[in-house]
């Protein structure tokens, strides 16, 4: 299950159980009340069947003279006792029927009891239909992903044979030709097949077998490559010797993903700056920058109409296998940096 399949399941499964639960606790708040409602109202017809024999264990009595606003046959709870009021016949005077108090808060916190244990139950059930129902509902879109990873696996493996083939002969062309426009249609196969080793990282996991690869020599051949892509832009360079083991086509996947951004989001006129060493590397433009620099690691996150929204989500996959440490930092229309820290 991916990141995408378990956010639609979490979602799915907070939003239905937390509305269930919800409705459930309202529910079965009215049922608490009118559990203790029916318990007070059983109270008070012991009360008042007792006041006509004065028969029974549980009760006291007293007498007391008539007072203004007085309450007859009604309960009365006071911190420290239970009773009613009731009219006894042919006398002015009253009946003071006590319950014990201790008696009474039992009775309560049975009640409270009950209607906890109901809760409990309420909620694992609800947990474990909101479950069900995430996964029922996970499903379709489970289906679809699925489909769509074949379609691009298919994709994919259709595009290897035509770029090949386009990249073979514009190399065997230039041989024979020094037209700028079979440059141009060689420079156009190598953006077409950098757009397909991104789809290949996308779709599955390459082995990344490390090796030795020199800096300088390694960098030179990038930024020759993008300032044939990008004329307007000046790339600044400041090379040192130093050489690294990595796996190289891992390596150049993060550099021309990071490099392609930095060109394909300048300003006219803009500048892309790159220095590096044995410990890192610094990649600095005059863009336009990113607004939301935590979420640029999420796939097909975009912040404009143009690109796919996985070329730094690819950056962020390959730097998590080969142990790269990458540090993004942005400000709108000022530009972005990008520091990769490389293994030792």
């Known amino acids: 299950m991916n990141a995408r399949e378990r956010e ?15 409705v459930s606790v309202v529910a079965l708040l009215f049922y608490h009340n009118e559990q203790k409602h029916l318990f007070k109202e059983q109270l008070l017809a012991q009360m008042r069947t007792f006041s006509y024999a004065l028969e029974g264990e549980i009760f006291d009595v007293d007498f007391i003279p008539p007072e203004r606003g007085e309450r007859l046959s009604v309960l009365q709870v006071d911190k420290d006792e239970v009773y009613a009021l009731f009219l006894l016949p042919n006398t002015e005077r009253r ?18 009891l009950k209607s906890g244990l109901i809760l409990l139950a309420v909620t694992a059930v609800l947990l474990l239909f909101s479950l069900l129902f995430a996964f029922y509902a996970l499903r379709p879109l489970r289906g679809a992903l699925h489909l769509m990873e074949e379609f691009l696996r298919d994709i994919i493996h259709d595009l290897n044979t035509p770029i090949t083939a386009i990249t073979l002969n514009t190399q065997l062309l230039r041989r024979r030709y020094a037209d700028a426009e079979i440059e141009r249609i060689e420079t156009s196969a190598k953006t077409v097949g950098s757009l397909y080793k991104n789809l290949e990282a996308l779709s599955r996991e390459l082995p990344l077998e490390p090796e030795a690869v020199a800096l300088e020599p390694f960098f030179t051949q990038r930024v020759a490559y993008y300032r044939v892509l990008y004329p307007a832009l000046t790339f600044a360079v400041h090379p040192t010797e130093a050489t690294v083991r990595l796996n190289r ?28 060493d044995a ?66």
């Open 8 to 22: 639609s399941l979490f979602k799915t499964f907070g939003i239905s159980f937390v509305s269930l639960l919800l």
């Open 249 to 276: 086509d891992a390596f150049t996947r993060i550099v021309d993903n990071l490099l392609s951004n930095a060109c394909r989001y300048n300003v006219p006129g803009g500048t892309v700056e790159i220095a590096f």
């Open 279 to 344: 410990e890192r590397v610094v990649i600095r433009d005059t863009g336009v920058g990113i607004a939301d620099t935590k979420r640029a690691f999420e796939r097909f996150y975009r912040e404009s109409d143009r690109g796919l929204g996985v070329g730094l989500n690819i950056v962020g996959k390959l730097c998590a296998q080969m142990g790269i440490g990458i540090e993004l930092s942005s400000e709108k229309g000022a530009g972005t940096m990008v520091i990769l820290t490389l293994p030792g």
């Open 95 to 112: 009946l003071k029927v006590i319950y014990p108090y201790e008696r009474y808060a039992e009775g309560i916190a049975r009640q409270n």
